[in-house]
T-cell receptor, first 111, second 112 residues
Framework: AQSVSQHNHHVILSEAASLELGCNYS??????LFWYVQYPGQHLQLLLK??????LVKGIKGFEAEFIKSKFSFNLRKPSVQWSDTAEYFC?????????FGTGTRLQVFP | DTGVSQDPRHKITKRGQNVTFRCDPI?????LYWYRQTLGQGPEFLTY????????KSRLLSDRFSAERPKGSFSTLEIQRTEQGDSAMYLC??????????FGSGTRLTVV
């Protein structure tokens, strides 16, 4: 069965630090991958998505993700985080007409 | 405002009672999804509709859960004989072309 794993459950960083959140998926076919963010008390919002083409995908708010097929990974990165990036981040795989989410990574950024 | 409205935002109910949630998607959303999210977990798929047809139900959706989307517009999710394990955030999402999902703010259910 298809699945998404996020091994970093809780990440704590200081402002200006670099960020990389891991995401691995389990699926042998063509993948469509997403990163969503959920700010405290708010709804899920799309950060970026990968369908095909350039494996380095740029999203909103300075985030990017790299699709590495050989590693079944789609890690999220940001070179310099801000306090306002404090949120929960979810990686998701689109398959059989629905999104399958990972368990999420809680990011706390301290000034 | 995401454009996908969910009502109510919060619901506290006693165990054994029935509850119903409503989701109003954007008119362009021919697909409508229900997810459940518990603390520390990602959203889990429950069911989805293509227009008014319910095309898939997760095994998570026990017989106590039922969803409808009459006329392919708004949708309701009913939970009968609620249990404490039903306490969660229930999310609705609409989708149109290009896999674009728009999530609502959710209904937080607490069963006491």
């Amino acid at each position: 069965a298809q699945s998404v794993s996020q091994h970093n459950h809780h990440v704590i960083l200081s402002e200006a630090a670099s960020l990389e959140l891991g995401c691995n998926y389990s699926y042998g076919g063509t993948v469509n991958l997403f990163w969503y963010v959920q700010y405290p008390g708010q709804h899920l919002q799309l950060l970026l998505k990968y369908f095909s083409g350039d494996p380095l995908v740029k999203g909103i708010k300075g985030f990017e993700a790299e699709f590495i097929k050989s590693k079944f990974s789609f890690n999220l990165r940001k070179p310099s985080v801000q306090w306002s990036d404090t949120a929960e981040y979810f990686c998701a795989l689109y398959n059989t007409d629905k999104l399958i989410f990972g368990t999420g990574t809680r990011l706390q950024v301290f000034p | 405002d995401t454009g996908v409205s969910q009502d109510p935002r919060h619901k506290i109910t006693k165990r054994g009672q029935n509850v119903t949630f409503r989701c109003d998607p954007i008119s362009e959303h021919n697909r409508l999804y229900w997810y459940r999210q518990t603390l520390g977990q990602g959203p889990e798929f429950l069911t989805y509709f293509q227009n008014e047809a319910q095309l898939e139900k997760s095994r998570l959706l026990s017989d106590r859960f039922s969803a409808e989307r009459p006329k392919g517009s708004f949708s309701t999710l009913e939970i009968q004989r609620t249990e404490q394990g039903d306490s969660a955030m229930y999310l609705c999402a609409g989708s149109g072309a290009n896999y674009g999902y728009t999530f609502g703010s959710g209904t937080r259910l607490t069963v006491v």
